[in-house]
């Protein structure tokens, strides 16, 4: 039972435009919920987190949105640059240390 | 946010045999944890490495395949035993500060191939 999706499992934006990656969950429960990028050969890089008492963050290029009827996240990068090509992650907590990972989705940015 | 260090980076291993990993963190924590992440999957919680004491296993997961030692508040390994190659995956030490609403910090993860 995949608890934490990400359904596209490739994307590809041109540089300077809008990235925008998607992740949904199953489990009401869940109060807090992070992004990480991965580049190859290396470990996951925390980059932004939301808690669900809100629907938005925002941290320089990064901004997450979280819709808790749809049980939906979503992490736009503006302007995206080629040195955001990288695996994203999102993850999702419910009031624990045990976080659940997506399977990724794997972000190109063309120049 | 806490730099960690892993070891080996990556490793071939025999079928059958049995390896080690390090995980060396620059300052104390409360909470080390280690994952698996497998050919195209996410992330997976192995267990919660206790100081002290027994680590804490996922389900699915057994400390007689996956032993773990954590010593004191900088240090931690995992033993990947009796290998096959299904156990082939990127095993990453990771840690973070207990409490609400805190963010996880990774090693650079060792790449484990077994043949």
């Known amino acids: 039972d995949q608890q934490v999706k990400q359904n596209s499992p490739s994307l590809s934006v041109q540089e300077g435009r809008i990235s925008i990656l998607n992740c949904d969950y199953t489990?009401?429960?869940?109060?807090?919920f992070l992004w990480y990028k991965k580049y190859p050969a290396e470990g996951p890089t925390f980059l932004i987190s939301?808690?669900?008492?809100?629907d938005k963050n925002e941290d320089g290029r990064f901004t997450v949105f979280l819709n808790k009827s749809a049980k939906h996240l979503s992490l736009h990068i503006v302007p995206s640059q080629p040195g955001d090509s990288a695996v994203y992650f999102c993850?999702?907590?419910?009031?624990?240390?045990?976080?659940?990972f997506g399977t990724g989705t794997r972000l190109k940015v063309l120049a | 946010s806490a730099v960690i260090s892993q070891k080996p980076s990556r490793d071939i291993c025999q079928r059958g045999t049995s390896l080690t990993i390090q995980c060396q963190v620059d300052?104390?924590?409360?909470?080390m944890f280690w994952y698996r992440q497998q050919p195209g999957q996410s992330l997976t919680l192995i267990a919660t490495?206790?100081?002290?004491?027994?680590?804490?296993?996922e389900s699915g997961f057994v400390i007689d395949k996956f032993p773990i030692s954590r010593p004191n508040l900088t240090f931690s390994t995992l033993t990947v035993s009796n290998m096959s190659p299904e156990d082939s995956s990127i095993y990453l030490c990771?840690?973070?500060?207990?409490?609400?609403?805190?963010?996880?910090?990774f090693g650079q993860g060792t790449r484990l191939t077994v043949v």
């Open positions: 990771s840690v973070r500060d207990r409490g609400m609403n805190t963010e996880a910090f």
């Open positions: 489990n009401s429960m869940f109060d807090y």
């Open positions: 939301i808690s669900s008492i809100k």
């Open positions: 993850a999702a907590a419910s009031g624990t240390y045990k976080y659940i």
């Open positions: 300052s104390q924590v409360t909470m």
């Open positions: 490495a206790n100081q002290g004491s027994e680590a804490t296993y």
